[in-house]
């Protein structure tokens, strides 16, 4: 059975950072994405980015390019988000959700979710 | 880039259909055929309903389809249950390699 576990919850004060984790059990790590979403308290989902285990290649949403850092440890079907500069408005429940490709075709679908990781910016 | 339109909010009676509709742009909604559809309950992550514009996931109830025109996508409910209330997102994969979502829809059975 495919699952994907984050880490746990963290709280963060406003100018640090935070990387959640986000392991893929049940799954070879070939042949798929791992992306991030985050959902603000009330509000919808917001795209953040993908990550591509097996090579590292990877693509932020242009909102999150530059303080959005995407990185995997394949030898532990890890995948890590890690945001910076940390603001009140970073408060959301972060998720990663898996897309699966098959012979270079993906269907952009997010298959699989993981059970989100809450972080909480607060002074 | 903006997220793509979708009504607030939908309601409907059991047994009625519904529709919700997701617009976007020739980058993203109408260049491939990659929109998918979520449904979420309170407190809880998303579940893919709908794929590559109108394909169902197996498991999925068939009540739910998937269909596009131009820069719009929608996804019906028919026959709609009480266990169908619920927030559903659009997504769409864009010409920059990227994912936009919807801004979401809440659907209220009455």
């Known amino acids: 059975q495919v699952q994907l576990v984050q880490s746990g919850a963290e709280v963060k004060k406003p100018g640090d950072s935070v990387k959640v984790s986000c392991k893929a059990s ?22 953040m980015g993908w990550i591509k285990p097996e090579s590292g290649d990877r693509n ?33 429940i972060y998720y990663c959700a898996l897309e699966e490709c098959s ?10 979710w993981g059970q989100g990781t809450m972080v909480t910016v607060s002074s | 880039q903006s997220a793509l339109t979708q009504p607030p909010s939908v309601s409907g009676s059991p ?3 519904v ?10 909604v109408s260049a491939y055929k990659r929109v998918a559809w979520y449904q979420q309950f309170p407190g809880t992550a998303p579940k893919l309903m709908i794929y590559e514009d109108s394909n169902r996931p197996s498991g999925v109830p ?19 249950q009480s266990e169908d209330e619920a927030d ?17 829809t809440k659907v209220t059975v009455l």
Not at chain 1, 32 to 47: C, K, N, T
Not at chain 2, 19 to 28: K, M
């Open chain 2, 15 to 17: 047994g009625q259909s």
């Open chain 2, 88 to 104: 559903y997102y659009c997504t769409s994969y864009t010409t920059t390699s990227t994912y936009i979502f919807g801004t979401g």
């Open chain 1, 60 to 92: 932020n949403a242009q909102k999150f390019q530059g303080w959005v850092t995407l990185t995997r440890d394949t030898s532990i079907s890890t995948t890590y988000m890690d945001l910076s500069r940390l603001t009140f408005d970073d408060t959301a």
């Open chain 1, 26 to 47: 049940g799954y070879t790590f070939a042949g798929y994405y791992i992306h991030w979403v985050r959902q603000a308290p009330g509000q919808g989902l917001e795209w």
């Open chain 2, 62 to 80: 068939d009540r739910f389809s998937g269909s596009k025109s131009g820069n719009t996508a929608s996804l019906t409910i028919s026959g709609l």
């Open chain 2, 19 to 28: 529709t919700i509709s997701c617009t976007g742009t020739s980058s993203d």
């Open chain 1, 103 to 112: 012979g270079g075709h993906c269907t952009g679908a997010f298959d699989i």
